[in-house]
């Protein structure tokens, strides 16, 4: 398991409200979100980032691209959200356990793609 704050969630060693679980990942709100929605989905397998994923994690981050469609229906956001996954410390990765970003709430301008 990892030892970072998203592994100690994911143990239970931290408490954390949990907005969906199943058996490949976790969603819990942002503690600094950037968006009236900011949910972090955390896949329970500890993979550092995105680029240390191997052939064997294929179904897994499909499964999290699928959980992410559910997590944003059950949160309003279907019509209008971003993905965002912050890959090593130059992407903006501040915690080195794999998560994506689902944000929405409000209509996003043009500024980022």
Do not use: W
């Not at 503690?31 to 994923?53: E, F, G, M, R, W």
């Not at 949160?75 to 410390?89: C, P, T």
């Amino acid at each position: 398991m990892s030892t970072t704050i998203f592994g100690k969630i994911i143990a239970g060693e931290i408490p954390a409200d949990k907005l969906y679980e199943d058996e490949h990942c976790i969603a819990i709100n942002d503690i600094n979100p950037q968006a009236p929605v900011h949910v972090l989905l955390i896949p329970k397998k500890p993979i550092s980032k995105l680029s240390d994923a191997v052939a064997q994690d294929q179904a897994l981050l499909g499964h999290l691209l699928l959980a992410v469609g559910r997590i944003a229906e059950q949160l309003g956001i279907a019509e209008g959200y971003r993905v965002i996954i912050n890959n090593g410390s130059g992407g903006g990765q501040t915690v080195f356990h794999l998560h994506l970003h689902i944000i929405g709430g409000r209509t996003f301008g043009e500024g980022m793609v």
